[in-house]
């Protein structure tokens, strides 16, 4: 079989209807370029207008205001506070102190909110920068080799892989392929160059093909890819379209198993959109890995929903044309045939914290960083911490998918020094729950301007309570995997938690129950549009018959589900219902 990216038009697979005006956008965008340039000389705004709104997006940004004094703002008839939230592209997380140092400046002069935020896709984000400092900020991370291409829009994003820390040469081969498949899905315009580092345009005629994979029209809505070491389920694949689970015999690397069509987001009272995990397509060898990924994308690329974007995902592109249809044309345009899966076990997921010490005789240090979010607070000076360590540190940093921060590849002789720095400034507490380290929570308010509800500022104190009911109830030391989003989009991922609560409106969510450990299944919609009294009284009531009735070892999700408190959901997505 030989590879074919070329377009098929096949009719009954298209979506027929008004193509959503972000489709004109992007055929507009002069290959995202848009009018960008011009409108960043604009000082009359401090925001960005008509389509290059959108348009900034495929260069790492979005623009926000802080909705804490929007209203206030509105009062006084000022324009509310525009800025940018930034989101690097990190294939596996991997950051180097040089670069942390550079970020960590760039936070303090030039953020309004000072701070470094870790995502729970495995990079960082910076909030709050102005208008006239948006060059400077892609410029800062261009001079040391990070940039922000894609992390956003409808393109491949940020490729997440394992942060496995201890079996090294493993997870080099597995970070080295989520680096290729970044760079090899990633959009091909130098639109990003030209506008934020000043290259000179190159001008191409209409034969080139500017953009082989992706297509002029780019992809119909965001695309996420991973690249999963099993056992660990840290990247959470059922969140994501495209999934590589790393198959190795003796420690090697010897190919993939493929998972396509995972996503969490859905629309309250919209039933046409549902989480859904993704299908596990079969396994190729690793020299297919790019083909493949290239062939899924431009799959979706072609048949993807143009029309509804509610409905774009790849979840649905599957849902409507069939599983056996959308690999059939993956083996086609990639020229590989899918063998049967190899037997891989997921058994859980999240973050092991403390040292371990590698393979390679390295030691490693994964920090609990709480909502992700780096910054000097009272009594626990992290971001300070952070420098400190990132000015003596011969490794790397490793961002997890978890919000979480892993300093890797540390000597035994810098080992005391490094944990020494890190409980000074806060960045290690004994005293932290295994239920904290269970728990999070996407952004939310003030600077996400989908927020329904709270969800990062909310976290901590909601963990008190339940800690303080579950210690009540005999299970200090258990744990159940507890996710809050602000609103259905699922940033937090609590359609993939044990509890989840998803916000509805101010103070009210929506509380699922019944993920398990590994990731594997979808929770169930248990009380809708609940307050924090309710949700606490339900928790306490829950977690006490699961101390009081589980058998040996079992996990709440499961609990859940056996006690007959919400029915499994796992594979009949089309039947998931939501109000
Ligand atoms: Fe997200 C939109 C934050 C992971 C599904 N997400 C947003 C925006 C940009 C709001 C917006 O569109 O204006 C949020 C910015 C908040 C802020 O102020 O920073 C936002 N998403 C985040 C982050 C920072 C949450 C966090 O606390 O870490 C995560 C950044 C990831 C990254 O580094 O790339 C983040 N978002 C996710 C995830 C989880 C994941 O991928 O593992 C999901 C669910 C998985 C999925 O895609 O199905 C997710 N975000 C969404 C959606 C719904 C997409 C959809 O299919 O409909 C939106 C809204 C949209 O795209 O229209 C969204
Ligand atoms: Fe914003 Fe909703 Fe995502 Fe939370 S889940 S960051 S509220 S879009």
């Known amino acids: 079989m030989s590879n074919d990216f070329t377009k098929v038009e096949n009719p009954v697979l298209i979506v027929e209807g008004k193509q959503a005006d972000n489709e004109r956008l992007k055929a507009e965008s002069d290959y995202l370029r848009g009018t960008i340039k011009d409108d960043l000389q604009d000082r009359m705004t401090g925001g960005f207008t008509s389509d290059n709104f959108q348009l900034i997006r495929t260069h790492g940004m979005y623009q926000q205001d802080d909705r804490d004094i929007r209203a206030e703002r509105q009062k006084q008839k000022l324009e509310p506070l525009h800025n940018v939230m930034l989101r690097a592209r990190l294939p596996g997380g991997i950051i180097k102190p040089t670069q942390w140092l550079a970020i960590d400046k760039f936070a303090d002069d030039y953020t309004s909110y000072g701070s470094i935020r870790l995502t729970t896709r495995q990079t960082f984000q910076f909030h709050g920068v102005l208008k006239p400092n948006i060059k400077l900020m892609h410029q800062t991370l261009h001079s040391v080799g990070l940039d922000s291409i894609a992390t956003a829009g409808d393109v491949n994003r940020n490729v997440l892989c394992t942060s496995n820390p201890v079996e090294s040469a493993l997870h080099q081969e597995a970070y080295e392929w989520a680096t290729k498949i970044s760079e090899h899905l990633l959009p091909k315009t130098r639109a990003y160059a030209e506008i934020w580092l000043d290259e000179e345009r190159v001008e191409t005629t209409e034969e080139d093909v500017i953009e082989p994979i992706l297509g002029s029209n780019y992809l119909p809505r965001k695309f996420k890819t991973t690249v999963v070491i099993p056992p660990n389920n840290d990247i959470d694949v059922h969140a994501n379209d495209l999934n590589f689970v790393a198959i190795s015999e003796g420690g090697e690397l010897i190919g993939f198993n493929v998972l396509v069509g995972g996503g969490l987001a859905m629309t309250h009272g919209d039933k046409s959109t549902y989480p859904r995990c993704a299908d596990d397509f079969g396994f190729i060898t690793k020299e297919h890995a790019l083909d493949v990924a290239a062939a899924v994308v431009t799959t979706q690329r072609d048949w993807g929903n143009r029309v509804n974007r509610k409905n774009a995902k790849t979840k649905y592109t599957i849902d409507r044309v069939g599983v056996d249809t959308f690999k059939a044309e993956v083996e086609r345009r990639a020229g590989v045939e899918f063998s049967e899966s190899r037997s891989y076990e997921f058994t859980h997921r999240g973050d092991s914290f403390g040292w371990v010490e590698g393979i390679d005789g390295k030691n490693h240090l994964t920090l609990f960083i709480e909502n992700g979010r780096i910054l ?30 892993i300093v890797a590849g540390v000597s035994a002789e810098d080992k005391t020094v490094i944990e020494q720095l890190a409980r000074e400034h806060g960045l290690i507490s004994d005293g932290v729950s295994n239920q904290r380290k269970s728990s999070m929570a996407c952004v939310a308010f003030p600077t996400c301007p989908l927020a329904m509800a709270e969800a990062e500022r909310y976290l901590p104190g909601l963990v008190d309570n339940v800690e303080t009911i579950l210690e009540k109830n005999g299970l200090k030391d258990d744990s159940i995997i507890l996710r809050v989003t602000g609103c259905p989009n699922g940033c937090g991922r609590a359609m993939l938690a044990e509890i989840g609560l998803v916000g509805k409106g101010p103070g009210k969510y929506n509380m699922y129950l019944g993920s398990d450990l590994a990731g594997s299944r979808v929770p169930k919609l248990y009380k809708e549009n609940v307050d924090e009294a309710a949700v606490l009284s339900e928790i306490d009531a829950l977690s006490a018959r699961w101390s009081a009735e589980r058998n040996d070892g079992e996990a709440f999700g499961d609990f859940v589900i056996r006690a007959g408190i919400v029915e499994q959901v796992i594979v009949s997505f089309r039947d998931f219902h939501h109000a």
Do not use: P, V, Y
């Open 376 to 405: 000097d607070f009272d009594g626990k000076s992290l971001k300070t911490g952070m420098l400190e360590i990132a000015k003596i540190h011969k490794g790397d940093f490793r961002l997890t998918a978890n919000q979480n921060l």
